[in-house]
């Protein structure tokens, strides 16, 4: 291996530990492993190591990104999340560049085996070819729909999606072993992205959390990929463009709300590029977008694909034709003022929520059972939620 390349990989490995996204000398010896430059043919070479980028490499004609290498301390907190040993079989969903299999190979060993499942054929094709030019062996790349799983293959130790579901599909569950592990990044709710660590377990008792992150990826696509939840607003970056610090970057808004169907996401669109009403915001709680995102029917996310960081979080009211976010130390109400008035005392009243003392467990849907906490209906598994009142 070259010494630059060797410099790089180093210093990506030292980031990661020094953030403890890293954590085991297992997960370590696989980034250190693997150049992530192969995998990203046409990226400059510094730009391929840094440890908290995310790298899109295909879109939409929208400007949305539909696959992308995901920032490498994501990567590595899913990994430490899976839990992955020598000898394992792995199951993940969506290939990407194929960098996240190499990495699984490195730690599932010789003895082990991983399949990765991906919905387009270019990507699957490309991840194959990167696959080659590191000279990872041990990985199966198919093209398929994920959401079926590899039946042919299973039972499996683990099963990581490295794309965003809104469910969890019934052939993971089952051809996940009792006691094995589930990594996969879940919308939630408008702007609650998690990545959760289930553990199978038995006798059909579901899918139960051991730990979970914040995260952003690129939505799973085909027929399972739930209801629409994105839009983008133009009206919005125009604004947003306006008050930005370094407004010649290039970047596109989004806002995420529950069932984006063209008519609320007109309605949506129309507020935001209208007449506004600007009040500052009480001081926010640690973790208060959480609980409104998990308390509020009707939450809403703004978030700008191109400048780190920056989102407004805030409440959407279709029946009445009110939007109201929160952006910085303000709050931008548009149309009537329901959902400026609901979003204050929201504020007002909310208490601390700390991700780490929530508690989800994924059980077959049944829309008539009575579950304590908070429940998001699926098709196939309802998420129950608790630890809000803690």
């Known amino acids: 291996m070259e010494r630059t390349t060797r410099r790089h990989l180093d210093r990506l490995v030292t980031e990661l530990r020094a953030d403890l996204c890293i954590v085991s000398a297992e997960v370590a010896g696989a980034f250190g492993a693997v150049p992530r430059h192969l995998f990203l043919p046409g990226v400059p070479l510094a730009r391929s190591y840094v440890s908290d980028q995310a790298i899109a490499t295909h879109f ?9 290498s995901s920032a490498p301390n994501i990567m590595a907190v899913m990994l430490e999340q899976l839990a992955v040993h020598p000898g394992h079989h792995v ?9 996240n299999a190499a990495l699984l190979a490195h730690l599932v060993g010789p003895t082990g085996a991983v399949v990765s499942i991906d919905l387009d054929p270019q990507i699957t094709a490309e991840a194959i070819d990167h696959l080659a030019r590191a000279g990872t062996t041990g990985v199966e790349v198919m093209a398929g729909d994920g959401w079926l799983g590899a039946p042919d293959h299973a039972g499996f130790d683990r099963i990581i999606a490295t794309v965003e579901v809104w469910d969890i599909s019934p052939h993971w569950e089952s051809q996940l072993r009792d006691g094995g592990i589930l990594v996969a990044p879940l919308w939630l709710r408008p702007g609650l992205s998690v990545v959760i660590a289930f553990e199978k377990a038995p006798e059909g008792a579901g899918l139960v959390s ?5 995260c952003g990826f690129v939505p799973f696509r085909g027929p399972h990929a739930g209801p629409p939840r994105r839009v983008v607003v133009r009206g919005w970056a125009d604004r947003a463009k306006e008050r930005a ?12 709300l529950d069932d984006a169907t063209t ?9 935001a590029e209208g007449p506004r009403q600007t009040t500052p915001a009480p001081p926010p709680v640690v973790g208060w977008n959480t609980r409104l995102a998990l308390e509020e029917p009707d939450s809403v996310t703004f978030f700008d694909t191109g400048t780190k960081g920056h989102s407004a979080v805030g409440l959407f009211d279709a029946e009445t034709g009110s939007l109201a976010l929160v952006d910085g130390t303000s709050i931008i109400g548009f149309g009537e003022d329901t959902s400026r008035q609901r979003l204050v ?8 929520c700390a991700l780490e003392s929530l508690g989800i467990t994924a059980l077959p849907h049944d829309p008539t059972a009575q579950r304590d906490g908070v429940v998001l209906h699926r098709p196939n598994f309802d998420l129950v939620i608790t630890g809000l009142d803690r």
């Open 91 to 99: 199951l993940e969903i969506g290939a990407g560049t194929g960098y």
């Open 345 to 352: 005392a929201s504020l007002e009243r909310a208490r601390p």
């Open 263 to 271: 008519e609320r996401s007109e309605l949506l669109a129309g507020l």
């Open 210 to 214: 051991r730990s979970m992150h914040y």
């Open 245 to 256: 610090e370094e407004s010649e970057v290039e970047s596109t808004w989004v806002a995420e």
């Open 60 to 68: 939409e004609k929208n400007g949305i990104s539909v696959s992308s």
